[in-house]
């Protein structure tokens, strides 16, 4: 069984190194941002991971497109490589100039955690509604200490950033953190107290942002939620 485990693991981290070669490929095709601004639902803002463009979240963009998000990307991240603190400024930078309100975040990874300062640190007047994120390393990755650069050395659990945005409990209830049973790059996996988790029988980092089950679990976190039902009055049994 553990060989089983193990042949499984390797298979998944090679197919997802594939999957993340392929969409850096397609980053420079001719699909633009103003593809995707056009819908009468709620607004979705993207922020994609480290080393990564929006273009690597355009299986989970055009799922909420075609049900009538108009769907925002921030080219000014760029790969993604600065300070949570600033790219979250830059985000919010960008809710103010287009004044989008009621905003649903969608993030990869990093962008994540992203969200979550800017829902916490920096939303004073109630822009973002809501996030999800699928695979972001909330609680840290341990392979961080091991990384040969401070922009990736930052996704340690003791980093000030990271720990500060484990005690901000209040918004993790706003926050649907949907994961694999096996991630590359987080072996601690996404699981966030008080969120609504949701692990999916997937395999792999950037892999996952293709996978039916994924854009399922994104497209239900996305949906409106139902009414809560009026309690029955006196007078509604009265003929």
Same mark, same amino acid.
């Given at each position: 069984?553990r060989?089983?485990?193990?042949?499984?693991?390797?298979?998944?981290?090679?197919?997802?190194?594939?999957?993340a070669?392929?969409?850096?490929?397609?980053?420079?095709?001719p699909?633009?941002?103003?593809?995707?601004?056009?819908?009468d639902?709620?607004?979705?803002?993207?922020?994609p991971?480290?080393?990564?463009?929006?273009?690597?979240?355009? @299986?989970?963009?055009?799922?909420?497109?075609? %049900?009538?998000? /108009? !769907?925002h990307? *921030?080219? &000014?991240? +760029?790969?993604?490589?600065?300070?949570?603190?600033?790219?979250?400024a830059?985000?919010?930078?960008?809710?103010?100039?287009?004044?989008?309100?009621?905003?649903?975040?969608?993030?990869?990874?990093?962008?994540?955690?992203?969200?979550k300062?800017?829902?916490?640190?920096?939303?004073?007047?109630?822009?973002?509604?809501?996030?999800?994120?699928?695979?972001? @390393?909330?609680?840290?990755?341990?392979?961080? %200490?091991?990384? /040969? !650069?401070?922009? *990736?050395? &930052?996704? +340690?659990?003791?980093?000030?950033?990271?720990?500060?945005?484990?005690?901000?409990?209040?918004?993790?209830?706003?926050?649907?953190?949907?994961?694999?049973?096996?991630?590359t790059?987080?072996?601690?996996?996404?699981?966030?107290?008080g969120a609504?988790?949701?692990?999916?029988?997937?395999?792999?980092?950037?892999?996952?942002?293709?996978?039916?089950?994924?854009?399922?679990?994104?497209?239900a976190?996305?949906a409106?939620?139902?009414?809560?039902?009026?309690?029955p009055s006196?007078?509604?049994?009265?003929?």
């Amino acid at each position: 069984m553990r060989n089983e485990t193990l042949a499984a693991r390797a298979s998944w981290a090679v197919r997802d190194w594939a999957y993340a070669v392929r969409w850096q490929l397609q980053s420079l095709g001719p699909t633009t941002a103003d593809d995707y601004r056009d819908g009468d639902g709620q607004p979705v803002v993207v922020i994609p991971g480290v080393y990564e463009t929006w273009h690597f979240m355009r @299986p989970l963009m055009d799922a909420l497109h075609d %049900r009538g998000h /108009p !769907v925002h990307v *921030l080219p &000014v991240l +760029r790969h993604n490589l600065r300070p949570v603190p600033e790219s979250a400024a830059d985000v919010f930078a960008y809710l103010e100039e287009h004044d989008l309100r009621n905003v649903l975040v969608l993030a990869h990874s990093k962008g994540g955690l992203i969200g979550k300062y800017a829902m916490t640190r920096l939303d004073d007047h109630g822009r973002l509604d809501r996030m999800v994120a699928v695979s972001t @390393p909330f609680a840290g990755s341990g392979y961080a %200490r091991l990384a /040969p !650069v401070r922009h *990736l050395r &930052v996704f +340690r659990a003791a980093d000030p950033v990271l720990a500060g945005l484990a005690r901000e409990l209040d918004a993790n209830a706003r926050i649907t953190s949907v994961y694999g049973v096996f991630d590359t790059l987080i072996p601690e996996g996404s699981e966030l107290a008080g969120a609504t988790n949701v692990r999916l029988p997937v395999g792999g980092h950037f892999r996952i942002l293709g996978d039916e089950l994924t854009r399922a679990a994104v497209l239900a976190a996305a949906a409106p939620a139902a009414p809560t039902p009026r309690a029955p009055s006196p007078g509604d049994f009265s003929r």
